[in-house]
């Protein structure tokens, strides 16, 4: 198969390929949209299984991969658009999506699926079918939103883990997110940022992630606040899904007595 040096690094994940070989060889029937399909591996598992696959990739380079991957599949379509742009000739059966990134800020996967709901059928999937967005309080010294890779850049973690967000894909997405969220600190120190982690459902009772290519944890900046164990601190937060980490905006405050 033709790869990128990027589509190799998603191919040498094998947690994310393997969860998504087993969700999509379960789940493929009729007629399949494959958004974002990439080098078109996951249009080659479920072509096999399926009465029609439309592929689109909208960067022509990678879609010239794909075209050789997946020539040899009479029953797969390759359209060379964005997704959000395409009039379907017939309604679909499963959605294939994944275009993910942690809380679902740096990529499209909102906007498409917002987009392109509207073309499935009433009994179809979607996968992913839906995230959880958790955070947690941490002290670090970064100075602007990146993604933990391993024990880079390191982080004190200064809260347990909440669960903010549920995102249903079935559902429109509003994407605008303005929490102010309260945490409770559990040990004495500084709290100068946080860490959000998104756990992928590939299906409503099969959760993914995060993996090295898919929703690595992110931690995010925010003012300085000297804390006591057992505090309560309230977290404003608001980022624009599928706008990019430029539109993140995360600062910590007391509670007023």
Known sequence: MKITSYQQNLLSDSERLTAFQQVISKKSRGVIYDLGTGSGVFSSWAAPLARFVYAVEK?????????????????VS???????????????????CEMMDTALIDEE??????????????????????????LEAVNTNISHPCYQEGETPQS???????????????KYVKPEIDYSIIITV?????VSGI????????????????????????????????????????????????????TIRASIETIPQ
């Open 195 to 246: 860490k959000i982690t998104t756990f992928t459902l590939l299906t409503s009772d099969f959760i993914c992630g995060p993996t090295p290519m898919m929703n690595p944890p992110l931690l995010i900046p925010t003012n300085h606040m000297r804390v006591k164990k057992g505090e309560n601190i309230i977290l404003k937060l608001k980022y624009t899904m599928g706008g990019g980490l430029d």
């Open 78 to 96: 390759l359209m060379v658009n964005d997704a959000k742009n395409i009039f379907f000739p017939e309604k679909a059966d499963l959605i294939i």
């Open 109 to 134: 996967q909102v906007p498409v699926i917002n987009s392109v709901r509207k073309y499935l059928k009433k009994n179809g999937d979607i996968i992913p079918c839906g995230v959880f967005n958790g």
């Open 59 to 75: 960067n022509p380079l990678t879609a010239q991969i794909a075209q050789k991957n997946l020539g040899m599949f009479e029953n």
């Open 156 to 170: 004190e973690l200064m809260s347990k883990l909440i669960i903010y967000d549920k995102i249903d894909f079935k």
């Open 186 to 190: 559990n040990k004495k120190g500084t």
